[in-house]
């Protein structure tokens, strides 16, 4: 019998909808409207986990670009002249501590920056939400939307570089400041309007001195809190003394300040529609391509809303609402740290990390059309809300895999640039990327050391000068790898080997993070790290490394090995050890050892890679690239040789090959030269090489340069053979110079 009333009932039901759909259509708003509260809740967490993997992927000890000037202000400054020292044109005091408290405390590896930025964005988030909550947000679908836009806002991967790089606290600090102080003057207001002191104001005038030494763009909290109270009706006295403050805070950073940025106002109204589409791409830089032309239109109609509520507020200060003025004036904040970035950055180009007001903009203006929908209690018009970072998030998507890629790239060139610092070789294409000049980065090596800081942090780097075997276990076997280049790098005290090559490790299948050099003594001198992310994007196996070492002198050798572990390293089959060039005796090419096999009188060699001329008895070679070959064409026997003998001028310190044969599969020797602008006698002890004495033919090749070839000038005067046995513990190359009294 229940039943059948049930069924009855139901059909009743079904019938008024039919009759009346309108007035289903408020249930299933409200079913979605729930729903996707849920949906932007799990984005914006989703959004910060994303967020954190990428910190993770992306995370070196080495230091990128800024911290490397403050390391070289803290090895030089008193620490009280180093807080108030400027940086460009900015006081970074408050960023500062928490720079003096890593570098201390934690060795500089910016991992305690890192975990304070996203702490600082936490509480962002729960003081927003604290703010919501305290002026009567209580529906639990609006605030949980709310919550979802204000994570995907903050933790938004448009502005990685504030996660990603330790020093960027520098940028999240001062906003969240300005956060704080506007809100602090809300909740104030909202406690009671008659009171021009209170908690909460103090704290907001702690939080404007913070956000002013912390940020240049932050001295514009102080008229922003003016304007605020005002129109939020506190007494005279509470925007009088915050204005006497913001004065006081402005002519205290004027002290011995200096102008360091790179525009003046005549340049920059001369330049005023740039200013314009600079500070457009900031506002919209955050959108997809998809919606970038929206973006802007967006977030100028954001921008005239507000200033509609500020003027209209002004004129009722009283009837203010704290949610909605505090909101609209946070919002101009952020609009206005946006411009003031324009203004001083439009012509040095866009940085991601430019965006962290813009996405504290976006959000606030999203929380303020939350509330004016929740003022009107319509759902319908919170779902466009809902639904517009759903969209955002969807256009993205095919950013993720692009985002890992580059974090892993930041990271691995970041490595490599920490592998050539501690190696002590200037190689350019590697420190690059660090974009300092040597003075802050190998000036500060020593001062790093000392502290064991940054680099210096952490094996391997940690471990430059120590001995092999006290701080690794050999584990043979375990890597193969091969070594597919090097060249010399570097000029007077910083110059050494480049190498680059490929390894993996065999027994954990996985590709090596890192290597170590050693000398013949066991030693470590040297590091490399992978660069797969740079060389072979994409690639299955990412096993290339690039590494850096001492140039080996005569009887020292260099022998690479991959780091498995904390305690673990092994040998990379298949890469013997890198000799040094021994320095032969003073010796004259017409030596009756020797025996002509090429001149310049003599058929011309073919050049590939570069020409080749002969001119007043001297073979000219230019090279167009790093692998410049010339073949020369003896007419004789070369197996009767134990050596090549080439007088020789060097215009730049770079690796020098011979092959012979198939010129592959062992065909050939390599070594280096270090000795430029003089002629020098190159002996070649080929007969070291076992394929030699079977396969060599009247035909050899040799490569004058390797990878900083591009440009380079080789001379050539001549080739002799030498019958001489060559002792097996010999190296490969043999330089010596030419005697005085010899031709050219």
Partial sequence: MTSVRFQLKSSVDLGAIVAHGCDAAPVV??????????????????????MGYLTVRSYSPVPWMDPWFFIYQLDHL????????????????????FYLADFYWFHAKGVSTLIATYAVQVVQCVLLTHFLRKLGWRNGAILRSAVGLILFSLFSPAKREDFVHPWEIAYVLPIFAITLAIIGFALSAEKCRSHWFSLWIATGWIAAVVASFSLLSGFLIWPMLCIEAWMLGLPRRGWLVTAGLGIGAAAVNAIGFRREGTTNLAHTIQNTREVFVFFNTLMAESWPPLFYHVGQVAAWIGIFICIIIVCRRVAHPSNGSPLEVGLAILALTCAGAAGMTAVGRYNLGFTNRYEEPVLLFWAAFGLLLFAFARGANRHRWVLPLQIAPVLIAIANADRIQPLAVEAKLHSQLLNVAGAALASGVSDRAATAFLTMPDEWTFGELDFLRKHKAALYAAPPLSLVGAKLWDVYRIKPGACDGELRSYSISGDADKRGLSLHGSAWNNGDNVPLSWLVIADHGGRIVGFGANDSAARHPGTERENTWSAFGPVPRKGDQLTLYGVISETEICPIS????????????????????????WLPTDTPPRVIGGTGTISAGVLTIRSDN????????????????????????????????????RQVDGRGIQGSVSTTGEWILLRANLGLNPYW????SNTIRFDPTGARGTGAVTYIAGIWGSRIAVPADADFFETGRVASNASK
Wanted: proline share 4%; charged share 20%.
């Fill in 29 to 50: 708003l409200d079913r979605l409207f729930q729903f996707l509260s849920w949906v932007a809740l799990a984005l914006g967490i989703g959004t910060a986990g994303f």
């Fill in 78 to 97: 008193p620490r009280w002249s180093l807080l108030w020292a400027q940086h460009n044109e900015h006081r970074i005091a408050f960023p500062k501590l």
């Fill in 574 to 597: 298949g890469v013997r050890p890198i000799t040094g060039v021994s320095e032969l005796a003073e010796a004259r090419e017409s030596a009756q050892s020797l025996t002509p096999v």
């Fill in 626 to 661: 790093g692998d410049t070959q010339v073949y020369f064409d003896t007419g004789t026997d070369l197996k009767q040789f134990a050596a090549l003998v080439i007088k020789a001028k060097f215009e730049r310190a770079d690796t020098v090959e011979f092959y012979f044969a």
């Fill in 693 to 696: 004495s079977k396969e060599a």
